[in-house]
């Protein structure tokens, strides 16, 4: 008979299972899951400053290069509940190493591709691979760290993809001009590949089974956990659907990731044709915007511990909205819009995980796993829109205007909705 996944934890730390000394375990676990975000988001972020050179290579419209992304986030958004699931009841463990197979396979096979459906098909396969990079990922982060603490984790952790578009924005318009665009996505995979082997072996699904208290926790916090009146208060997914404050911050979280992943698509593109600068200068907007994050997050998202998640999706979500209208009013000014884009990212790296914390602020812990997985599609569904939207917008009028004029428009609605959440 196989071991669980807790089982195995507990069969991997053995000789840990008193209160260990030195590193605790917590470390690793958040080490292991910026890598993932590093290398997750490198995949999906650098789409776009791979995009202008691979539609161009393939005789591509836009709306062709939005719907390959969009095929990626609705496998992505399709399995994220499940990998959610999965996660509560089989541990990240399995799930996060079982699903890099699949997003480092279909990354290599972007390398390959000649037609529009063999891209849709690779990229679908890294789409379904993804959906376990972001839930467990997330889900395993909170549980080895103290409420009080997620913050500083999620935000040291989700400095991961901060790093990731940056060195994105650096290097891949180097290879793409110098090499191929191919060579991206084979460089991706292999590194996809390479966490999938650090997955397997150094992740813990379960802090307590792996011999540790959660880092940061309060000598009292056993006792609160264990207590009959807290286990009366886990709700059913049936209960969760009919739940005011999950829809509430599952339609804010829809209409930010509308705005966000609109603008961070298309903004080397918009820069390079609309505004007619070389790929080189164009591709420093996402260095711009990938260093922004990392000073967002470690800024704000601990920043969240103390005033609260909703005040700061406030402020947020306001920011990003003024930071939108101030790219539709900068023409064609390059430091304006520099200084917008990276104002946009700031908000833009704490936001997810902000929302993903929601998760367990509001919901009980036993079911962090399946929340987030929940409101995934939503966020899922904002981008899947805006790229259609954005890219049929600029196919007919010849410009991002309007499409950045909507995407604003999505922010003020993310900003209404999180405004409306009520106390636990």
């Avoid at 839930?135 to 901060?162: K, N």
């Avoid at 699904?205 to 609160?224: E, L, M, V």
């Avoid at 609309?274 to 711009?288: C, F, K, M, N, V």
Wanted: hydrophobic share 50%; charged share 10%.
């Amino acid at each position: 008979m196989g071991l669980n996944s807790n089982q195995s934890d507990r069969f991997a730390l053995g000789s840990q299972q008193a209160k260990p000394s030195g590193l605790h375990w917590a470390w690793v676990i958040l080490g292991l899951c910026f890598l993932n975000v590093f290398t997750n988001y490198s995949i999906r972020l650098g789409y776009g400053v791979v995009l202008p050179e691979m539609i161009r290579d393939l005789n591509f419209g836009r709306a062709a290069g939005g719907t390959i992304y969009n095929v990626y986030l609705f496998c992505y958004i399709l399995l994220s509940p499940l990998a959610g699931i999965c996660t509560d009841r089989f541990g990240a463990r399995r799930v996060i190493t079982i699903c890099g197979l699949f997003l480092s396979t279909g990354i290599v096979l972007m390398g390959f591709v000649q037609h529009l459906w063999t891209a849709c098909l690779a990229y679908a396969l890294a789409g379904a691979g993804s959906a376990g990079m972001w839930t467990p990922v997330i889900t395993l982060a909170q549980r080895w760290f103290a409420p009080q603490r997620r913050g500083l984790a999620l935000g040291l952790m989700s400095t991961g993809y901060g790093f990731g578009f940056a060195v994105v924005g650096l290097i891949f318009p180097w290879i793409v001009l110098n090499l191929n665009w191919r060579y991206t996505w084979y460089i991706l995979g292999g590194m996809a590949l390479f966490m999938v082997v650090l997955n397997g072996v150094l992740t813990r699904s379960d802090p307590q089974k792996a011999g540790y208290k959660p880092w940061g926790a309060r000598p009292n916090d056993d006792a609160i956990i264990d207590t009959p009146q807290n286990n009366d208060k886990i709700i059913s997914r049936q209960m969760l659907l009919k739940n005011a404050n999950f829809w509430r911050i599952g339609i804010s979280y829809f209409a930010i990731a509308f705005c966000l992943y609109g603008i961070t698509t298309f903004m080397v593109d918009f820069a390079k044709n609309q505004l007619q600068l070389p790929l080189e200068t164009a591709s420093i907007l996402a260095t711009i915007h990938g260093i922004a994050q990392v000073v967002g997050i470690l800024i704000i998202l601990p920043a969240s511990d103390w005033f609260g998640r909703k005040r700061m999706l406030i402020v947020s979500n306001t920011l990003i909205a003024l930071a939108m209208l101030g790219i539709v009013l900068a023409g064609t000014s390059w430091p304006v819009l520099c200084i917008c884009i990276g104002l946009m990212a700031v908000f833009y790296g704490a936001t997810f995980p902000m929302y993903g914390v929601c998760a367990g602020d509001y919901f009980p812990k036993e079911m962090m796993g399946t929340v987030i997985g929940f409101w995934t599609p939503f966020y899922g569904l904002g981008a899947i829109l805006t790229h259609w939207v954005t890219g049929l917008i600029r196919d007919i009028s010849g410009v991002y205007d309007m499409g950045f004029i909507v995407q604003m428009g999505m922010a003020v609605l993310g900003l209404v909705f999180i405004a409306l959440v009520k106390p636990k």
